[in-house]
């Protein structure tokens, strides 16, 4: 990433110029009546559907999606920390099925790549055209030894926002004052790479509040993270004395878990916690595996222009799952990805080029309440990846003001609820 901050200003203007690239004219279709599945229904499948239906309405959208209700994992950690309730973080889709899209409420199980068709649970499958995978993440429950659903039902994971969310919060404020939390943070690539440290953060605000005898630990399997130095400065600024973080040149790595004691094991040493919050390695959903879309790292390498598979045609990955080069996974390059797929999937259609997309993103983190920092950039292909554009982006200032923090805090509540508002409202 380049070392230039951009103003608020120039990065609403780059947001805004984005936005108009994507809001996308109505052609005439050749195949008007073509079907799009998209699988999965977070910030990356629910955008992409309904982008789709704003191109041309006649497109044929389904949105094949389990759950019901969507539980979103930006801000879920202030749920954690007790400033934000589970239901805020929760949306439907009757606002997208209102839109014309279909939406399914089953899980896909397989995928037919020559057939061009997607097996649902029950046992139907739909057919399609082209194909869009948004499945996000699955943890792997194989990659830390001692560490399964079963042990994530005391050391919890908390990185698919809902029940284990709560379950977190609720060990949080069960713990003693004076007890030890320890967060355990895996090595790139994840999901949210500021997550872990936004968590500890806020955990931290909540242990100075109300458990204030209480320490916070950070096992790292990294030697450097996302907004590293800023959230050190706000951890010396805040909570002094009570964050400590131990990279894996100092040992940091965890190597296994014994759930029944709550311990984490490393080369350096063991730490029973009477908090664990273990955060394991991760792969691409499931059904990218089954429909040939992941490679051997487990994740999906994809056109950087369309976002089609390098390895399963005519199907497109999006969001979490995909390997997008420079860009992170969070949900707003999630949200950026599905307009230029939509875009890309409906010019493939229609039997046109797909332009090139210039996508940008942005990722907010809160250090306590009022107090906020960001990191954003943009980027387009080059040489097969989606790579930085060099100049562009940058982190919030190391010496901001509190009143700059304040502001910055203000921008991510505006940010998740203009998101959440396009996506489902």
Request: hydrophobic share 45%.
């Amino acid at each position: 990433m380049g070392t230039k901050v951009l103003s608020r200003r120039e990065f609403c203007g780059a947001a805004a110029v984005g936005a108009a690239a994507l809001a996308f004219p109505r052609p005439s279709f050749a195949q008007s009546a073509a079907r799009i599945v998209v699988v999965g229904g977070g910030f990356g499948g629910a955008s992409c559907a309904r982008a789709l239906k704003q191109i041309d309405p006649k497109l044929q959208v389904t949105l094949v999606e389990p759950n019901r209700t969507f539980t979103a994992c930006p801000f879920s950690n202030t749920v954690i920390a007790g400033l934000r309730s589970i239901e805020q973080q929760q949306f439907t889709y009757d606002k997208i099925a209102a839109d014309g899209v279909t939406v399914i409420a089953q899980a896909a199980t397989k995928i037919d790549p020559q057939a061009r068709t997607a097996g649902l649970a029950d046992g139907t499958s739909l057919a399609y055209d082209r194909l869009v995978l948004a499945p996000g993440i699955d943890l792997r429950f194989d990659a830390l030894p001692g560490y399964d659903e079963a042990a994530a039902a005391k050391m919890p994971h908390a990185w698919k926002a809902g029940e284990q969310t709560l379950l977190l919060r609720k060990q949080l404020e069960a713990m003693d004052d004076g007890g030890l939390v320890v967060i355990a943070a895996p090595a790139n690539p994840y999901r949210c790479p500021p997550g872990p440290y936004e968590r500890a953060c806020l955990i931290a605000y909540y242990l100075k509040t109300k458990k204030p005898r209480s320490k916070l630990l950070i096992l790292d399997a990294k030697d450097t993270f996302s907004k590293q130095r800023l959230f050190q400065n706000a951890w010396k600024e805040l909570y002094p004395g009570l964050v400590e973080w131990i990279s894996l040149s100092q040992g940091g790595k965890v190597n296994a878990v014994d759930s029944s004691t709550n311990t984490l094991i490393t080369d350096f040493g063991n730490h029973t916690a009477q908090v664990a919050n273990v955060i394991p390695p991760q792969i691409a959903g499931r059904i990218a595996g089954i429909a040939g879309a992941a490679d051997h790292t487990g994740w999906c390498a994809i056109d950087p222009v369309t976002f089609e598979s390098r390895s399963a045609p005519n199907i497109h990955v999006i969001g979490d799952a995909c390997l997008a080069g420079a860009m992170p996974k969070s949900a707003f390059s999630a949200n950026a990805q599905a307009k230029a797929c939509a875009s890309a999937v409906a010019a493939l259609i229609a039997g046109r080029s797909p332009d090139a997309p210039k996508l940008i993103n942005t990722c907010y983190s809160l250090a306590a309440p009022g107090y906020g920092i960001s990191v954003a950039g943009v980027y387009q292909p080059k040489n097969g990846l989606l790579a930085d554009v060099e100049g562009a982006g940058g982190v919030s200032p190391a010496d901001a003001s509190r009143d700059f923090r304040a502001r910055e805090a203000d921008y991510a509540q505006s940010w998740f609820a203009t998101i959440t508002a396009e996506v489902f409202g």
